[in-house]
């Protein structure tokens, strides 16, 4: 299996501009995390999903940000509009079921906000 | 209150020492899991192990090691006769069955191998 795909690796740009995330699963895997990783919070959780439904969005820092499954197999984090703040290292996770199974991580994606 | 506390942010070792690494969590509830992740330099987290809150048997994986005790709650890590390649990022993480099972990380702890 290719595991966990993320993309882009690496995202730049400015403030104000609409960004967004994508991540592909691992196939059969039934739940999905989005997390963010700042030196100064540590890794957050964003939002988790279960077979395509929005679990838990408590982590989600404002409404700038959005979140979406449309498929087992893809899911989106975009943020709209972009500010410095949201400059950090996103990963996305997969497991079989749930938060209580070993979490598959994606490489991360790498976003800076000028 | 934070969940997961890893009070050692950074440790740094010369090879071939023993290290511990801390982790005391936090829950009310009494099915748990607890696990570690590994962060080396190239980014990517990579799982070491699950615990339930069932079972209290220590864990030995290679040089590696896990002591689980309930009663100071806390799921420490051992690396025994540490090599270079040891040096990432280590997470320890608590996933809560009354919490939906999502997964919180404790703020990790740096571990630096010196040759």
């Known amino acids: 299996d290719a595991g966990v795909i993320q993309s882009p690796r690496h995202e730049v740009t400015e403030m104000g501009q609409e960004v967004t995330l994508r991540c592909k699963p691992i196939s059969g895997h039934n739940s999905l995390f989005w997390y963010r990783q700042t030196m100064m919070r540590g890794l957050e959780l964003l939002i988790y999903f279960n077979n395509n439904v929005p679990i838990d969005d408590s982590g989600m820092p404002e409404d700038r940000f959005s979140a979406k499954m449309p498929n087992a197999s893809f899911s989106t984090l975009k943020i709209q509009p972009s500010e410095p703040r949201d400059s950090a290292v996103y990963f996305c996770?997969?497991?079989?079921?749930?938060?209580?199974?070993?979490?598959?991580f994606g490489s991360g994606t790498q976003l800076s906000v000028l | 209150a934070q969940k997961v506390t890893q009070a050692q942010t950074e440790i740094s070792v010369v090879e071939k020492e023993d290290v511990t690494l801390d982790c005391v969590y936090e829950t009310r509830d009494t099915t748990y899991y607890l696990f570690w992740y590994k962060q080396p330099p190239s980014g990517e987290l990579v799982f070491l192990i699950r615990?339930?809150?069932?079972?209290?048997q220590n864990e030995i994986s290679g040089r590696y090691s896990w002591n689980f005790q309930k009663s100071t709650s806390s799921f420490n890590f051992t690396i025994t006769a540490s090599q270079v390649v040891d040096s990432a990022v280590y997470f320890c993480a608590l996933s809560e069955n009354n919490a939906g099972n999502m997964l919180t990380f404790g703020g990790g702890t740096r571990l630096m191998v010196k040759p």
């Open positions: 996770a997969s497991s079989p079921e749930g938060g209580w199974e070993k979490l598959f």
């Open positions: 615990r339930n809150s069932f079972d209290e």
